[in-house]
């Protein structure tokens, strides 16, 4: 098995318009991510940080250049595959929760593992499991609108963990909290993340937090530096 989780080697990106309105975004991003690594994406608002998480993490695809998830070249898999990787091997975490709101925070974290043929009986475990980690156990019976926002963002922290993913991106995970929340949440998934030992990129623009990974990058004119 490959010591880097996630190579981008010459990532390109542009965004059309109309025929005289081309946005190139990415201009060839290169970056090594490696087994049990965090590693910080620091850019400003519109320098397509959002845009490569999501090349990253197989939503979108790039217009020229390779993303290699745990060794296997996405670039050349099919739908399905990428599809079967982005299920099981990634998980996601955004600044606002994308909690679903009609079910529990328990059932939150179960419908992944359901989607990926986890048991009913083992993914409950699972998510009581989680929601324990993160010290939400008594609110797992609780509906998001009846949680608070670091609760909500705790729950989403277990969702995104909840099929063992290999990779985890975070696009400003704590940038909807107030300082205090923020920092108490951001412990909370640094312990979560270094105890399953899995590779994180987290964007963010708070420098402070940035500087508690092991690696910050740089997105700059299109390119990664320190990648």
């Given at each position: 098995?490959?010591?880097?989780?996630?190579?981008?080697?010459?990532?390109?990106?542009?965004?059309?318009?109309?025929?005289?309105?081309?946005?190139?975004?990415?201009?060839?991003?290169?970056?090594?991510?490696?087994?049990?690594?965090?590693?910080?994406?620091?850019?400003?608002?519109?320098?397509?940080?959002?845009?490569?998480?999501?090349?990253?993490?197989?939503?979108?695809?790039?217009?020229?250049?390779?993303?290699?998830?745990?060794?296997?070249?996405?670039?050349?898999?099919?739908?399905?595959?990428?599809?079967?990787?982005?299920?099981?091997?990634?998980?996601?975490?955004?600044?606002?929760?994308?909690?679903?709101?009609?079910?529990?925070?328990?059932?939150?974290?179960?419908?992944?593992?359901?989607?990926?043929?986890?048991?009913t009986d083992v993914a409950h475990a699972r998510a009581l499991d989680l929601l324990g980690k993160v010290g939400v156990a008594t609110r797992g019976s609780h509906r998001p609108a009846?949680?608070?926002?670091?609760?909500?963002?705790?729950?989403?922290?277990?969702?995104?963990?909840?099929?063992?993913?290999?990779?985890l991106l975070a696009d400003e995970p704590t940038g909807n909290l107030d300082p205090g929340t923020s920092d108490q949440v951001f412990d909370t998934l640094m312990e979560l993340v270094?105890?399953?030992?899995?590779?994180?990129?987290?964007?963010?623009?708070?420098?402070?937090?940035?500087?508690?990974?092991?690696?910050?990058?740089?997105?700059?004119?299109?390119?990664?530096?320190?990648?």
């Open positions: 098995m490959s010591d880097v989780t996630l190579r981008l080697v010459g990532i390109e990106k542009t965004y059309n318009a109309g025929k005289s309105n081309a946005l190139p975004v990415l201009k060839g991003a290169d970056l090594d991510i490696a087994r049990g690594e965090v590693v910080a994406l620091v850019a400003p608002s519109g320098a397509g940080k959002s845009t490569l998480l999501h090349i990253a993490g197989l939503l979108d695809t790039p217009d020229k250049g390779q993303v290699i998830l745990a060794g296997q070249d996405m670039s050349k898999a099919n739908d399905a595959v990428r599809t079967g990787a982005r299920r099981g091997q990634v998980g996601f975490i955004y600044q606002f929760h994308h909690l679903l709101p009609e079910f529990t925070a328990l059932e939150n974290i179960v419908l992944p593992q359901l989607a990926s043929g986890v048991g009846a949680l608070s926002g670091g609760e909500q963002q705790r729950v989403a922290f277990c969702r995104a963990l909840a099929n063992a993913p290999q990779l270094r105890g399953t030992g899995m590779s994180a990129l987290i964007a963010t623009h708070n420098l402070e937090l940035a500087g508690r990974m092991d690696r910050v990058v740089r997105l700059a004119d299109g390119a990664l530096v320190g990648g």
